[in-house]
T-cell receptor, first 113, second 111 residues
Framework: KAGVTQTPRYLIKTRGQQVTLSCSPI?????VSWYQQTPGQGLQFLFEYFSETQRNKGNFPGRFSGRQFSNSRSEMNVSTLELGDSALYLC????????????FGSGTRLTVV | QQQVKQSPQSLIVQKGGISIINCAYE??????FPWYQQFPGKGPALLIAIRPDVSEKKEGRFTISFNKSAKQFSLHIMDSQPGDSATYFCAASSGTYKYIFGTGTRLKVLA
């Protein structure tokens, strides 16, 4: 059974640019969440999608957005990149109800220069 | 009130010893408390999780102890091995996938 797949693994972008990250959840999982991981702030929740609808949202500016497709694959977009957006972006999926049990991908390491 | 406080920040244990990591929370609406293990270059992996209706859960060498009245829970790693060297995160949620994570504990097990 394939795990959660995130692409690309590494990305270098310039300040002011925008970026799109992709996540393919485990087959059959309908919930996909995104987290930002930095040494200073740890793991911070960005948003969660279920059946193409955003169910939960964290405390990030509107520059961070996401979407989910009918096949449960998800993308997140960051516009007008800032240096502070440099982080590991993790996607997690779950097939269970009520928030129990994530499986994380290996993440996309974004560096903003 | 949404924070989960984790300690210690780092831990060094001899092979065969017991590693203990503690977490505390404030929000009594939390009803699911997982622990994740993360190796460098990898995403966090679910180790073990507990609901507040039990005080202890054991899976192999990993045990969660849960104290509902004190709003604290801890991870015990028995017979710690060098392969256990990783960063450990506790987390809490209240029936959603919006997990609140602790700040992480970097564990090093000496051979």
């Amino acid at each position: 059974k394939a795990g959660v797949t995130q692409t690309p693994r590494y990305l270098i972008k310039t300040r002011g640019q925008q970026v799109t990250l992709s996540c393919s959840p485990i087959s059959g999982h309908r919930s996909v969440s995104w987290y930002q991981q930095t040494p200073g702030q740890g793991l911070q929740f960005l948003f969660e999608y279920f059946s193409e609808t955003q169910r939960n949202k964290g405390n990030f500016p509107g520059r961070f957005s996401g979407r989910q497709f009918s096949n449960s694959r998800s993308e997140m977009n960051v516009s007008t990149l800032e240096l502070g957006d440099s982080a590991l972006y993790l996607c997690a999926s779950s097939g269970q109800g009520k928030g129990y049990g994530y499986t994380f991908g290996s993440g996309t390491r974004l560096t903003v220069v | 009130q949404q924070q989960v406080k984790q300690s210690p920040q780092s831990l060094i244990v001899q092979k065969g010893g017991i590693s203990i990591i503690n977490c505390a929370y404030e929000n009594t609406a939390f009803d699911y408390f997982p622990w994740y293990q993360q190796f460098p270059g990898k995403g966090p992996a679910l180790l073990i999780a507990i609901r507040p209706d039990v005080s202890e859960k054991k899976e192999g060498r990993f045990t969660i102890s849960f104290n509902k009245s004190a709003k604290q829970f801890s991870l015990h790693i028995m017979d710690s091995q060098p392969g256990d060297s990783a960063t450990y995160f506790c987390a809490a949620s209240s029936g959603t996938y919006k997990y609140i994570f602790g700040t992480g504990t970097r564990l090093k097990v000496l051979a």
